[in-house]
């Protein structure tokens, strides 16, 4: 199968099925002297790690990272990147291939199915192979290098509604989306108990539903990109809508934009008492002519309702025949939850590629 690598001077390829042996990914491109723990790979596994809630699939997968190659180990258990590639790998230990013997020659309405058979001939059909959301592990493992490459740069993502429900903004708080009582990702408290109410209904009925996640990116220098075919912003999309069940993504403001005047959509100027430029707003999501402006990288993106669910749905199988298919096994009520450190971990490594080349071709950062 091609297409496994993203990135220019980043570069990510990620190997591995959902119900192979091991997952994970080769990071060529890091700059040597890195420093960095374990931990701190394992921290954003863990927050994208399944079986954590009743509102996620119940795999049991500990997700442990092993760091094969690209590091040399340091007496206070750090490790630093040498600048060459980096190997990861993390074990799957939970899976249970029989739950998806029915489906072996039905094509799941709404799921790759159809098109990787179409496209390959034939398909992983236990847990979807490589369509899995289970390969998202090893992109979060590149993410979290990613983070450490442009010096002051924070990247953050909340999950801002679920299906018909929507977060009131005014409760926005970052640091409640870490709370152990937030099983969402969600900057409101207050919508804790609307999303578990909600979700439990559709859960409990067998169905799934869609979400909104929003990606902000602070600290993020101006100059990074280029006006036409590397835009900052292009590329940061492409990698947002590389997740899986990702149907649309928009920067800034993004389709709000169309319904308002130019005037209110012009991000205004004036000089800081640093000397250096002020935006009076962010309507363009820190992105202006592909290049970024300094302000925070602020994206949104839409994930579609699991197609794995247990209402029989009409399809054909590989002979031709009309069927019913229902999905049994263990499957997310709503994929677009653990989606939030996916978000981050694609953001990161877009922004972190356009660092390593916009410092090489101006030898500026």
Request: aromatic share 6%; with cysteine.
């Amino acid at each position: 199968m091609s297409h496994n690598t993203f990135g220019h001077l980043f570069r990510v390829t990620t190997w591995g099925e959902s119900h192979g042996p091991a997952i994970g990914c080769v990071i060529d491109g890091c700059p040597p002297g890195i420093e960095f723990r374990q931990e701190d790979i394992q921290d954003d596994l863990d927050r994208r790690r399944p079986g954590q809630s009743r509102f996620v699939t119940q795999r049991r997968e500990p997700d442990q990272v092993k760091i094969l190659s690209g590091v040399l180990p340091q007496e206070d258990g750090t490790f630093i990147t040498t600048g060459t590639p980096i190997s990861m790998m993390i074990e799957n230990v939970d899976q249970r291939s029989k739950d998806y013997g029915e489906i072996a020659k039905r094509f799941r309405p709404g799921h790759a199915d159809y098109t990787y058979d179409v496209k390959y001939g034939l398909r992983d059909y236990r847990g979807g192979g490589r369509s899995s959301a289970r390969e998202t592990a090893t992109r979060v493992a590149a993410g979290a290098l990613a983070r450490r490459i442009v010096p002051g740069m924070k990247v953050r993502a909340a999950l801002v509604g679920m299906g018909e429900k929507e977060i009131d903004r005014s409760n926005w708080d970052w640091d409640f989306i870490g709370n152990a009582e937030n099983p969402f990702f969600t900057p409101d408290p207050a919508s804790v108990a609307v999303f578990s109410d909600y979700l439990d209904g559709i859960r409990k009925n067998g169905s799934s539903v869609g979400a909104v996640i929003e990606v902000v990116a602070e600290g993020v220098p101006a100059g990074l990109g280029a006006p036409i075919y590397a835009k900052l912003d292009q590329e940061i999309t492409a990698n947002l809508m590389s997740i899986n069940a990702v149907k649309g993504v928009e920067i800034g403001n993004g389709f709000e934009a169309a319904r308002i005047t130019g005037e209110e959509n012009a991000d205004e100027m004036r000089m800081g008492e640093d000397g250096k430029p002020v935006f009076l707003s962010n309507n363009a999501g820190g992105v202006l002519g592909g290049i970024s402006t300094g302000e925070p990288i602020v994206a949104r993106f839409a994930v579609k309702p699991t197609s794995s669910i247990l209402t029989p749905r009409k399809s054909i199988d590989k002979d031709g025949a009309e069927v019913d298919v229902m999905t049994k096994g263990r499957h997310d009520p709503c994929v677009g939850i653990r989606a939030v450190p996916i978000a981050e971990a694609m953001v990161a490594c877009a922004i972190a590629d356009h660092y390593l080349r916009h410092r090489g071709q101006t030898g500026r950062i």
